[in-house]
């Protein structure tokens, strides 16, 4: 099956629903995209379906961190510490240009002997599990010089490391095209409503279109839940989950420039927080707090929140005197963190992941998005009991072909070519092959080629205006009021690949507009 969507291909729906299939995939984010790829490669007829867009909730609202979790280490989680930091070298090894390497200072105000040496031993096993060793402890001056911004006052040293960081909307398009191109099948805006019984067991799903309204009944010789948060809505069975919300600010690199990331504990409470580079602009993040609005509608920054995080941000950075108005954007998504039954602070609470089954259905929540892989096979696991006839060790392979540099008939940077190669996989020539001459630059204020806008809309299952600018480009996140300043472009580079008319693209805009201010600006202030 072709990795690419092209203009009409939801016209083929009635067919790709009438087939019979060994795994239905409910899903579209990071978990199921992983499921979906393990489960094509291996010779399973795989269907995915998502009810909104591809990467549309957690999985495009994380902390864009592929990292082992230092604070998992510290809190005992060795398995899980060890698991993630070999998918994250698995990922830097398969992923370049997707996930890359980021670097993190961590500035020490005169921290007792002992909290250092603890942190100095997890980072030691950090290193053994990657394989690799470096040197973590700088005096005073050295780590100035590496975090120059830092506050000087009390600056005892600091301790430096290495993680990784991604886009998280691109990780999950990257595993579905890799899907697709072994077979697996994806439709975005096709909500599961009900399960499909024969008997006590089930055997497949209810689905609706959401952007055409039919409806159709899809048969399956088993049936995944990769809801993330929402999972289990369907079978009122899987894993208990206690869903806690992360939110993010977004600020101008040069408001904030960073060199590398930049981990510090919170004044308050003393909960790590951390800013790092990210596509252009740099990243701040994250609360931590029990997420009590329902799941209905789309999570955003509370006034507390965006308080939390800037209070630790002037206390880090108090020469750069750094102020609400200085935020592009802000983003918040909700974490599937499996209940362990404890009522204990949110940042204790685990990120393993959890699987349960009966007849017909598989259900998985919980875990990382650096661990996706590590989950699918989990699940695949727990799948060949009831997939009779098909056997596979499940051995992990890598996790993407190896995709080659794109070539383009002007000379680009490297830099440039990786990172579309790491995001668009085999399809990164086809993208430059479509540019036009004046779209090959970047987007000012981002990394975001022009050209990659007309790519999504042309071969990437965009559907609605956020779609795009949102999930296929980060641009809604990235520039002032959701990048309203470039929409005359867009719209002439976007508008005839959708084959939107006029009164459709106004409507999208308008729309966009809304949902921007709702959920990615700032929080009303408190009376």
């Given at each position: 099956m072709?990795?690419?969507?092209?203009t009409?291909?939801r016209?083929a729906l009635?067919e790709?629903?009438a087939?019979?299939?060994?795994?239905l995939v409910?899903g579209?984010g990071?978990?199921?995209?992983?499921?979906l790829?393990?489960?094509?490669?291996?010779?399973?007829?795989?269907?995915?379906?998502?009810g909104?867009?591809?990467?549309?909730?957690?999985?495009?609202?994380?902390s864009k961190?592929?990292?082992?979790?230092?604070?998992?280490?510290?809190?005992?989680?060795?398995k899980?510490?060890?698991e993630?930091v070999?998918?994250?070298?698995?990922?830097l090894?398969?992923?370049?240009g997707?996930?890359?390497?980021q670097g993190f200072?961590?500035?020490d105000?005169?921290?007792?002997?002992?909290?250092?040496?603890?942190?100095?031993a997890?980072?030691?096993?950090?290193?053994?599990f990657?394989?690799r060793r470096?040197?973590?402890?700088l005096?005073?001056?050295?780590?100035a010089?590496?975090?120059?911004?830092?506050?000087?006052?009390?600056l005892?040293?600091?301790?430096?490391?290495?993680?990784?960081?991604?886009d998280?909307?691109?990780l999950v398009?990257?595993?579905?095209?890799e899907?697709?191109r072994h077979?697996?099948?994806?439709?975005?805006?096709l909500?599961?409503?009900?399960l499909?019984?024969?008997?006590?067991?089930i055997?497949?799903?209810c689905l609706?279109?959401g952007v055409?309204?039919?409806?159709?009944e899809?048969?399956?010789?088993l049936?995944i839940?990769?809801?993330?948060?929402w999972?289990?809505m369907?079978s009122?069975?899987?894993p208990?989950?206690?869903?806690?919300?992360?939110?993010?600010?977004?600020l101008?690199?040069?408001?904030?420039?960073l060199?590398?990331?930049?981990?510090l504990?919170?004044?308050?409470?003393?909960?790590?927080v951390?800013?790092?580079?990210?596509e252009g602009?740099t990243l701040?993040?994250?609360?931590d707090v029990d997420h009590?609005?329902?799941?209905?509608?789309?999570?955003?920054?509370?006034r507390?929140?965006l308080?939390y995080?800037?209070?630790?941000?002037q206390a880090q950075?108090?020469?750069?005197g750094l102020?609400?108005?200085?935020?592009?954007?802000?983003?918040a998504?909700?974490?599937?963190?499996?209940?362990?039954?404890?009522l204990?602070?949110?940042?204790?609470?685990?990120?393993?992941?959890?699987?349960?089954?009966?007849q017909?259905?598989?259900s998985v929540a919980?875990?990382?998005?650096?661990?996706?892989?590590?989950?699918?096979?989990?699940t695949?696991r727990?799948?060949?009991?009831q997939?009779?006839?098909?056997?596979?060790?499940?051995?992990?392979?890598?996790i993407?072909?190896p995709?080659?540099?794109?070539?383009?008939a002007r000379?680009?940077?490297?830099?440039?070519?990786r990172?579309?190669?790491?995001?668009?996989?085999?399809?990164?020539?086809?993208?430059l092959?479509?540019?036009r001459?004046?779209?090959?630059?970047t987007i000012p204020?981002t990394?975001?080629?022009?050209?990659?806008?007309?790519?999504?809309?042309?071969a990437?299952?965009?559907?609605?205006?956020?779609?795009l600018l949102l999930?296929?480009?980060?641009?809604?996140l990235?520039?002032r009021a959701?990048g309203q300043?470039h929409?005359?472009?867009?719209?002439?580079?976007?508008?005839?690949?959708l084959g939107?008319l006029d009164e459709?693209?106004e409507?999208?805009?308008a729309?966009?507009?809304?949902?921007?201010?709702?959920h990615?600006?700032?929080?009303?202030a408190?009376a």
């Amino acid at each position: 099956m072709s990795a690419l969507w092209p203009t009409g291909w939801r016209a083929a729906l009635p067919e790709l629903c009438a087939r019979e299939w060994d795994i239905l995939v409910i899903g579209g984010g990071i978990t199921g995209a992983g499921i979906l790829l393990e489960a094509s490669r291996r010779g399973l007829r795989a269907l995915l379906v998502e009810g909104r867009d591809f990467a549309w909730g957690t999985s495009s609202r994380s902390s864009k961190l592929v990292h082992g979790g230092l604070r998992y280490l510290a809190q005992g989680h060795l398995k899980l510490t060890r698991e993630a930091v070999r998918e994250r070298e698995a990922l830097l090894r398969d992923a370049p240009g997707l996930v890359e390497p980021q670097g993190f200072a961590f500035a020490d105000y005169g921290a007792s002997g002992r909290k250092r040496r603890t942190m100095l031993a997890g980072l030691a096993l950090y290193d053994l599990f990657a394989g690799r060793r470096e040197a973590h402890w700088l005096d005073a001056s050295a780590f100035a010089l590496r975090a120059p911004n830092a506050a000087r006052d009390g600056l005892a040293g600091g301790i430096v490391y290495t993680d990784a960081k991604t886009d998280d909307a691109r990780l999950v398009l990257r595993t579905i095209a890799e899907a697709r191109r072994h077979g697996g099948a994806a439709v975005n805006y096709l909500a599961a409503q009900a399960l499909l019984f024969d008997g006590d067991r089930i055997a497949g799903a209810c689905l609706r279109d959401g952007v055409a309204g039919g409806q159709f009944e899809v048969r399956a010789r088993l049936v995944i839940d990769a809801c993330g948060a929402w999972a289990g809505m369907l079978s009122a069975s899987g894993p208990p989950l206690r869903p806690l919300r992360g939110s993010h600010l977004i600020l101008p690199a040069w408001r904030l420039p960073l060199a590398q990331a930049i981990s510090l504990m919170h004044p308050t409470d003393g909960r790590p927080v951390f800013a790092f580079p990210w596509e252009g602009a740099t990243l701040v993040g994250t609360t931590d707090v029990d997420h009590k609005d329902g799941l209905t509608k789309e999570a955003a920054i509370t006034r507390a929140e965006l308080d939390y995080l800037m209070t630790a941000l002037q206390a880090q950075f108090p020469q750069l005197g750094l102020q609400e108005a200085d935020i592009l954007a802000t983003y918040a998504g909700v974490r599937p963190v499996v209940d362990s039954g404890g009522l204990g602070a949110p940042s204790k609470a685990g990120r393993e992941h959890a699987i349960a089954s009966q007849q017909g259905l598989v259900s998985v929540a919980g875990g990382k998005l650096t661990t996706f892989r590590a989950i699918a096979l989990d699940t695949l696991r727990e799948a060949q009991g009831q997939l009779h006839g098909w056997n596979d060790a499940l051995a992990p392979c890598r996790i993407y072909d190896p995709a080659p540099l794109p070539q383009s008939a002007r000379r680009l940077p490297a830099s440039i070519l990786r990172r579309l190669a790491g995001r668009y996989g085999a399809q990164a020539q086809a993208l430059l092959d479509a540019a036009r001459e004046d779209e090959l630059d970047t987007i000012p204020g981002t990394e975001t080629l022009w050209a990659e806008l007309r790519w999504a809309a042309r071969a990437e299952a965009v559907q609605q205006l956020d779609d795009l600018l949102l999930r296929r480009t980060r641009i809604g996140l990235l520039l002032r009021a959701g990048g309203q300043e470039h929409l005359a472009r867009i719209r002439a580079i976007c508008q005839p690949e959708l084959g939107w008319l006029d009164e459709r693209w106004e409507q999208e805009a308008a729309g966009y507009a809304r949902l921007w201010q709702a959920h990615y600006s700032l929080p009303e202030a408190q009376a």
